[in-house]
Every structure is written in structure tokens, then in C-alpha cells.
């Protein structure tokens, strides 16, 4: 009988593929997906914000997402993320109707909002919805020695079915999401993405925090997660603070094209503020989901038009172990590697 069938196979688990594309029809726009202003604890106005950042070389899109729990309405029984909130919280329908008012042929203005915990679990921008949450109800808020609030935030991401998110600065300061806890396939559909790189000083420099070590991490746990490098400004300088870039392979440069873009993980992370670089593996672009392959072929095409000096192209697997190395001459060129599956 069914039931009994079910005690020998165990409950069913269904997942999602996302379906694989080609590289042809996608453009490369470079971007900034964290920052702040003063409607959080950031400098200037999010006008500011996105009027400076619509004229920084190398930037085709702002996304600014302030802290939500410091909204004028975080606290108000009416606050949910599936809800659209413009009519309830003066400062989200700020944020967007600036966010709108630069948007054009050439720029793209976002406006999410950051998720915080102040016990160490970690912070999640997300975008792409009518609403937002805050620590502050405490339907989420971190409880002493428990996950739930955690647990319920990831829940309401799933229920929200246009949002996306992304696991800011993981680390030791503001946290790891409890080593990458609670993966669940629905919910990795709506987390995809992860900050490799955060801060607003030189790249190099004390303000500014790589932490590629923690991607490696997270695909080690199960998650889909595509890398971002952003500036999590605070100081104003949206976009030129450093030569940072998270870079979307979408089909056109708008809000839309964008969001595509990151809920298909065709997301790169770069300190070069122009390094271009198209990934294929077996000829779907980067960000597909394939079923085993019995062999694979991996091409990058390389260019940075301002820097001729070599790059090194590193296969990565799991665990951080390199199985592959090349290296492009001169500033363009494209590598292929050939690995069989076993």
C-alpha cells in the first residue's frame, strides 16, 4: 500500500533546476547591490545616493537598501513583506520613488532593505518585494538560545515568491548564518546570492574585507549562491569608494533584466571595476543548474581593456581544492578546460 511504500522510501523531495541558457542574447552591467544613507545610518540622502552614483564610470546600477528596522513604521502591525508598504512607511516609498526617478537607458536604481541580527547570525539584504520586515517584530527578532526567528524570516522569503536575497559580509564580526544553517531547496531559491568582498576602503586596504572562504562554505553546504563584491557604503562616494563590482549577465539593463539576472545566478564578483568575463560550462552561461554530465568543458572569456598584465583562471571544486589552472597574456583571451566526470 502507499503508507508502506513510504515507510521504505522515505518522504519525497522535489528540486528545482534552473533552466539552462546560452550565453547569447546577455550583456554584462557592473553595479553596486549594498549601500546606505541617512534614511539608516548612512551619509546623504538616497537622492544623493543615486544621483552620484548614475555618474561613476563603470556603474550601471545602485542598489541602496537601508536598514529596515530603522523605518519610520518598523514597529507597525501593518509592516509585512508581501505587502506593498509605500502608503504605510514614508521612507520605502522614498527609497523607490528615487530609485525610479534615476532609472533610465543608462542606470538602474534598486531599493531593497538589510535584515539584521544583533546576535551574531548574520545580515540578508533582500529585494524584489512590495514590503519589508525588521528585527524589531519578534516574529523574527533573535530570541536567546533559539533559531526560530531566524527560521521564520527564511519561511517568509519562500512565501514572498518574487524576493530575493543575499547573505552580506559573512564572517566573524557580524556572523555566518550559523555555519550556513537551515538549508531547505525552497529557500535556496530565494537566498542567491553572497558577499565575497564588502567594504567601502581601497581594495587591499583595512576597510575593506574579502571573504571568499565563506562562498566556498556555503556551496559546501548545499546553498546556490552566486558572489557579489559590494561596498556596503555608509559615507556617500556610492560606487567610486573602491573599484569594486558585482557584475549581472542579464538581457537588458533595466529593473527587471536585473533581478533575472540574480534569481539565475548570472552574478560574478570582481575588484576590477571593468573586468569582463563570460563563463560556459558544456555552453550553458554561468548560473545554470545542470543534471551530472558525463564530461564537462568550462570556457572563460576574459577582458579587462585597462590592464595588460596576466590573470591567473583557477577551477575551483569543492572543499577550495583547485583542479585546474591557466593563464590569459595581455589582458583578453579565453581559456578551456576539459575534465571528465568521474
Not at 100 to 126: C, P, Q, R
Not at 189 to 209: D, K, P
Request: charged share 20%.
Amino acid at each position: 500500500d502507499s503508507e508502506g511504500i513510504k515507510e521504505q522510501i522515505g518522504e519525497v523531495c522535489t528540486f528545482t533546476y534552473q533552466a539552462p541558457v546560452t550565453l547569447e542574447g546577455y550583456q554584462l552591467y557592473f553595479g553596486q547591490l549594498h549601500a546606505h544613507t541617512n534614511i539608516s545610518d548612512g551619509a546623504g540622502t538616497v537622492e544623493e545616493a543615486f544621483e552620484h552614483a548614475a555618474g561613476v564610470d563603470n556603474l550601471d546600477f545602485l542598489a541602496v537598501t537601508d536598514h529596515s528596522n530603522s523605518f519610520d513604521s518598523e514597529g507597525n502591525s501593518q509592516v509585512d513583506l508581501g505587502t506593498d508598504l509605500t502608503n504605510v512607511s514614508d521612507e520605502w516609498k522614498q527609497g523607490h520613488e528615487a530609485a525610479a526617478a534615476v532609472t533610465g537607458k543608462d542606470f538602474v536604481g534598486l531599493y531593497g532593505f538589510e535584515m539584521t541580527w544583533s546576535d551574531g547570525f548574520g545580515h540578508i539584504n533582500t529585494f524584489n518585494t512590495p514590503g519589508f520586515e525588521s528585527r524589531s517584530n519578534s516574529e523574527f527578532g533573535n530570541k536567546s538560545g533559539s533559531t526560530e526567528g531566524y527560521q521564520n524570516y527564511y519561511e517568509k522569503l519562500v512565501e514572498v515568491e518574487d524576493s530575493l536575497s543575499q547573505f552580506n559580509h559573512p564572517g566573524t564580526t557580524f556572523g555566518d548564518f550559523q555555519d550556513f544553517a537551515f538549508y531547505d531547496p525552497q529557500v535556496d531559491q530565494r537566498i542567491t546570492l553572497i558577499e565575497v568582498g564588502n567594504g567601502e576602503g581601497a581594495i587591499g586596504s583595512s576597510g575593506y574585507f574579502p571573504s571568499y572562504e565563506y562562498y566556498t562554505r556555503a556551496l559546501d553546504k548545499g546553498w546556490h549562491v552566486a558572489p557579489t563584491n559590494n561596498q556596503d557604503n555608509h559615507k556617500g562616494n556610492w560606487g567610486d569608494s573602491n573599484t569594486a563590482r558585482s557584475v549581472v549577465l542579464a538581457s537588458d539593463l533595466t529593473e527587471e533584466g536585473i533581478y533575472d539576472a540574480i534569481r539565475n545566478y548570472r552574478v560574478y564578483a570582481t575588484e576590477d571595476n571593468d573586468l569582463s568575463i563570460l563563463y560556459a560550462l558544456n555552453g550553458n552561461a554561468m548560473g545554470s543548474i545542470l543534471s551530472k554530465q558525463d564530461a564537462v568543458e568550462i570556457t572563460a572569456q576574459i577582458s579587462d581593456p585597462t590592464d595588460t598584465a596576466d590573470m591567473k583562471v583557477e577551477v575551483i571544486v569543492n572543499g577550495g581544492l583547485v583542479i585546474g589552472t591557466q593563464t590569459v597574456t595581455g589582458g583578453s583571451g579565453t581559456v578551456t578546460f576539459h575534465f571528465d566526470s568521474n
